[in-house]
């Protein structure tokens, strides 16, 4: 049996990747990765790309365990994690 036309697409699609994204009180920055998944882009390099138009330093990483049901990418607005505004870290 042949899967119908439309099918194909829903098959060959790439799932909607869970984003851990940092800074998280970062609002702007967590609306525009957002967004870029509400528009279907859904490809880690061209989702990078898109996001750098507007935050240059921003690095986006897939997170790659063996049988992980999930695809997570983290995205970081500065290219590393840095604490949220307001939390120190240390003593």
């Known amino acids: 049996m ?4 439309g ?3 829903v098959m ?3 799932p909607r ?8 009180d970062d609002g702007p920055f967590v609306a525009a990765a957002e967004r870029l998944l509400d528009d279907d882009v859904l490809a880690l390099e061209e989702f990078r790309a898109r996001l750098r138009e507007s935050y240059p330093e921003a690095a986006v990483h897939p997170r790659e ?12 607005r500065h290219g590393r994690w840095v604490n949220p505004t307001g939390q120190h870290g240390g003593s």
């Not at 990747?17 to 998280?24: A, D, F, K, R, W």
């Not at 365990?65 to 970081?76: H, Q, R, S």
């Open 17 to 24: 990747p869970v984003l851990v994204i940092n800074p998280v």
């Open 2 to 5: 042949r899967p119908r036309e």
């Open 65 to 76: 365990l063996t049988a992980e049901p999930v695809l997570i990418w983290y995205v970081y």
């Open 12 to 14: 060959n699609r790439s």
């Open 7 to 9: 099918m194909l697409d």
